[in-house]
């Protein structure tokens, strides 16, 4: 699988101001996904970035929030805008299987954990 | 209704014993399945395909029923390492990813 690495790991951040998370992958890869954990829960997906092209949000989630760059195969960033406590959260980045095996299984980076304040 | 749904637990276990974590998902077009594992302050880890003809690797054994849509975990002779919360994984087609809220199990002494 992939090795995947994410800045910075940890933050603690004031409200109203924005935090850009990087994701870093060993090889090229065509889709990167960007994921959010609120504390006590699953994960939601936020938006998936493909390279040379917009960010595809999912529901309830707006590009002018949570800002994609996919400059190129190997690194996304996802940036938190004008950040509330609502916001506070553990952000990952995934891939696809490389190998295309099992239907699209995801491998994840190991996670930014947010705090606002 | 969600679409996958797990019992929370959590589940407290002896070493050696057999527990079985139970999921059901509700869009009858998922395509695939997984069960991922999540340790505490670290990101998922992919523990095992699902697949519909069942299918085990080592202590673990994963089970799909297409009809009720319903996934299982069963893991035998438990280890204190298995203690984790284990996520019930669905791709209901495309790129999609949708996670249900895990099942916490404690494995003891």
């Known amino acids: 699988s992939a090795v995947i690495s994410q800045k910075p790991s940890r933050d603690i951040c004031q409200r109203g101001t924005s935090l850009t998370i990087q994701c870093q992958v060993d090889?090229?890869?065509?889709?990167m996904f960007w994921y959010r954990q609120q504390p006590g829960q699953s994960l939601t997906l936020i938006a998936t970035?493909?390279?040379?092209?917009?960010?595809?949000?999912e529901s309830g989630f707006v590009i002018d929030k949570f800002p994609i760059s996919r400059p190129n195969l190997t690194f996304s960033t996802l940036t938190v805008s004008n950040m509330s406590p609502e916001d506070s959260s553990i952000y990952l980045c995934?891939?696809?299987?490389?190998?295309?095996?099992?239907?699209?299984?995801?491998?994840f980076g190991p996670g930014t954990r947010l705090l606002v304040l | 209704r969600k679409e996958v749904e797990q019992d929370p637990g959590p589940f407290n276990v002896p070493e050696g014993a057999t527990v079985a974590f139970n999921c059901t998902y509700s869009n009858s077009a998922s395509q695939s399945f997984f069960w991922y594992r999540q340790d505490c302050r670290k990101e998922p880890k992919l523990l095992m395909s699902?697949?519909?003809s069942g299918n085990e690797d080592g202590r673990f054994t994963a089970q799909l029923n297409r009809a009720s849509q319903y996934i299982s975990l069963l893991i035998r002779d438990s280890k204190l390492s298995d203690s984790a919360t284990y996520l019930c994984?669905?791709?209901?087609?495309?790129?999609?990813?949708?996670f249900g809220t895990g099942t916490q199990l404690k494995v003891e002494l």
């Open positions: 699902v697949y519909s």
């Open positions: 994984v669905v791709n209901s087609g495309g790129n999609k990813l949708t």
């Open positions: 995934s891939v696809e299987d490389l190998m295309g095996l099992a239907g699209g299984t995801q491998y």
């Open positions: 090889s090229q890869v065509t889709m």
């Open positions: 970035a493909n390279q040379g092209s917009e960010a595809t949000y």
